[in-house]
């Protein structure tokens, strides 16, 4: 049972990492679930600080991955209807793979900003340019963190590695 929890939680903290560069996944809570499932073998010691604030930093990504592209838009001057097209238009991207994720977001920007304002595709663009880097740093900072759990992870097989060998 435990060889089975250790595979498993391996596989989820690799598919975090996948998760964090694809908007479908919520890449850090499911890596955090595969920290979680360690805790689970017996002999393993429990840690509830570790587990706490792994948790709280997976939720708390997982919130930004929403806030930081509209809140992109905002700092380039977009209005509610780029921050709605951001949203609209990630959503959007996810069925247009491999790059509809990337496009989308820019995309839903710059047609919220035109039925916004359509005198001022130049403002539209604007905003869009910033929903666009608003939602590369939210990736770039939930890939981040996935790699810190798959490092807590491989840490705590190391610690209690006479639970597994």
Do not use: H
């Not at 509830?48 to 939720?59: N, P, R, S």
């Not at 949203?87 to 839903?108: A, S, T």
């Amino acid at each position: 049972m435990e060889y089975f929890l250790l595979i498993l939680g391996l596989l989820l903290v690799i598919v975090g990492i996948i998760g964090s560069l694809l908007p479908a996944l919520p890449g850090p809570p499911i890596s955090w679930v595969g920290i979680l499932l360690l805790y689970f073998c017996p002999g393993m010691e429990t840690n509830y600080w570790l587990l706490g604030i792994t948790l709280v930093i997976a939720v708390v990504i997982g919130i930004l991955d929403y806030v930081i592209p509209a809140k992109g838009t905002k700092y380039f001057g977009g209005s509610k209807y780029g921050i709605w097209g951001t949203n609209i238009g990630l959503v959007v991207g996810l069925f247009f793979p491999p790059f509809g994720f990337l496009i989308g977001p820019f995309l839903g920007a710059l047609v919220g900003e035109l039925i916004y304002n359509s005198n001022e595709g130049k403002r539209a663009f604007k905003a869009a340019t910033g929903s666009f880097l608003g939602f590369l740093a939210g990736t770039f900072i939930k890939f981040l963190v996935s790699l810190l759990f798959l490092g807590v992870f491989f840490v705590l097989v190391w610690q209690n590695r006479g639970v597994w060998f």
